[in-house]
């Protein structure tokens, strides 16, 4: 399973766009990158997935370079809303999956 | 049902007593997760179950966690002679098709005093 390496924590103000980084330096080829937010007391929420290049939904947009070897999470003009958890998942099909401690967002009125 | 359902949100239990956490996935969805979480920390994974099997069962701590889904539906997840390091928050997922499209329910918490 591809290690995922992402800041422990980043803050941010109201209406700004936050950009959020994972290495994932041994991704496979068979690998994709998954994102998910957690708000207190709730579980983990899917948030967007992608293979390689740029991915965009109605949340956020998936940032994929060439190599795959990392991927951007970014969110448009955050709300205090947006205050949670983000975790960055590589891997494939179904196995084990490790979360790790993922990135503190803090979004500061 | 719409979501992932897990029984009791709270549990709190006396040390050495058994508790069971129950889990209903999401109906049609094949792979069913339990992870756990403990204060400020991220997601441990326990076991995953397809169908009825356990495939990996490689994340339970001790002899004392265990697992079943029946019909390939309802999981419970039983832990015998609690301790004090087991106190935290019990999550399960249900995934069909997706790659890692996991969807996770509230979670248990378990208290053990």
């Known amino acids: 399973l591809a290690k995922t390496t992402q800041p422990i924590s980043m803050d941010s103000y109201e209406g700004q766009e936050v950009n959020i980084t994972c290495s994932h330096n041994?991704?496979?080829?068979?690998?994709?990158i998954t994102w998910y937010q957690q708000f207190p007391s709730q579980g983990p929420r899917f948030i967007i997935q992608g293979y390689k290049t740029k991915v965009t939904n109605e949340v956020a947009s998936l940032f994929i370079p060439a190599d795959r070897k990392s991927s951007t999470l970014s969110l448009p003009r955050v709300s205090l809303s947006d205050t949670a958890v983000y975790y960055c998942?590589?891997?494939?099909?179904?196995?084990?999956?490790?979360f790790g401690i993922g990135t503190k967002l803090q979004v500061i009125p | 049902g719409a979501g992932v359902s897990q029984s009791p949100s709270n549990k709190v239990t006396e040390k050495g007593k058994d508790v069971e956490l129950r889990c209903d996935p999401i109906s049609g969805h094949t792979a069913l997760y339990w992870y756990r979480q403990s204060l400020g920390q991220g997601l441990e994974f326990l076991i995953y179950?397809?169908?009825?099997?356990?495939?990996?069962k490689s994340g339970l701590p001790s002899d004392r966690f265990s697992a079943e889904r029946t019909g390939g539906s309802v999981s419970t997840l039983t832990i015998q002679r609690t301790q004090q390091e087991d106190s935290a928050v019990y999550l399960c997922a249900s995934s069909q098709g997706q790659v890692h499209g996991y969807t996770f329910g509230s979670g248990t918490r378990l208290t053990v005093v």
């Open positions: 041994n991704i496979a080829t068979n690998d994709y």
């Open positions: 179950f397809q169908g009825n099997s356990a495939p990996d």
């Open positions: 998942l590589v891997g494939e099909g179904y196995q084990k999956v490790t």
